[in-house]
């Protein structure tokens, strides 16, 4: 095995790393415990909080910084808890399953506007995919291309809006139209929005920066050696 083979392996278990921790390990552990196990639904959300609680906790105590994933999680967790309190006619409850979709969108643009997209974890794996050269590209450009930041910042943009427009959008339709249009209407808007966000922000954000990565990839490996290398090679 090479050595640029292991660091390739490295770089894709440090890109993956904090998917699989911060959304896989939460979002698998609910569902466990809610179907798999039978606990309420409050446990279920309680003791899928766990980790994302401790990354948290533990990024702003140790590190200094805030796990943008897991806290998006932990938030969204105690959104759902607290909307398993509500209840009501029909309508409200309808109108209630757009909360989480609200949560996470408010909490993409925050980070947006804070100049830390959290959306950016979640793309960087598919765009680097685990090679060392387009690591080293995405480093660089991430402190030394404004296109490249802005593009980053639209990407998560781009989903935080469309989670926001969906929460609107299936919010009117509970109170609007008819109960039973709803039921099903609900999920068909999520799916469209869904597949909205990965091509709006695919177009906008994704291809460009992908782009730009392989193109500084190219870039770097066609730059000249240092005169002093080439000295010491002869």
């Known amino acids: 095995m090479t050595t640029n083979t292991v660091a390739q392996r490295q770089t894709k278990k440090n890109n993956f790393a904090p ?9 698998g552990s609910y569902y466990l415990f809610r179907n798999g196990l039978g606990t309420s639904t409050l446990m279920a959300l309680g003791l899928s909080s766990v980790v994302p609680a401790v990354r948290t906790g533990w990024g702003v105590i140790k590190e ?18 607290l909307l398993s309190f509500v209840a009501g006619d029909p309508r409200l409850m309808l109108a209630k399953d757009s909360g989480v979709s609200s949560a996470i969108g408010i909490g993409i643009l925050v980070s947006v506007v804070m100049g830390k997209p959290m959306m950016t974890e979640a793309m960087k794996p598919w765009l680097v995919k685990g090679d060392t050269d387009r690591e080293a590209a995405w480093v660089r450009l991430r ?3 404004p296109a490249f930041r802005r593009a980053e910042r639209v990407f998560s943009a781009v989903w935080g809006v469309v989670l926001l427009a969906e929460c609107v959008a299936r919010v009117v339709g509970a109170y609007t139209l008819p109960v039973d249009t709803m039921v099903w209407l609900g999920s068909v ?24 990565l392989i193109a500084e990839v190219k870039a770097e490996g066609a730059t000249p050696a240092p005169a002093a290398a080439v000295a010491s090679a002869r």
């Open 19 to 27: 998917l699989i921790m911060d959304v896989a390990v939460p979002v």
């Open 64 to 81: 200094r910084k805030i796990n943008a994933l897991a806290a998006l999680i932990l938030f969204v967790n105690v959104v759902a808890l």
């Open 189 to 212: 808007i999520m799916i469209v929005s869904m597949v909205l966000a990965f091509v709006v922000s695919g177009a906008l954000a994704a291809g460009p920066m992908a782009q730009m």
């Open 143 to 145: 402190s030394g291309s």
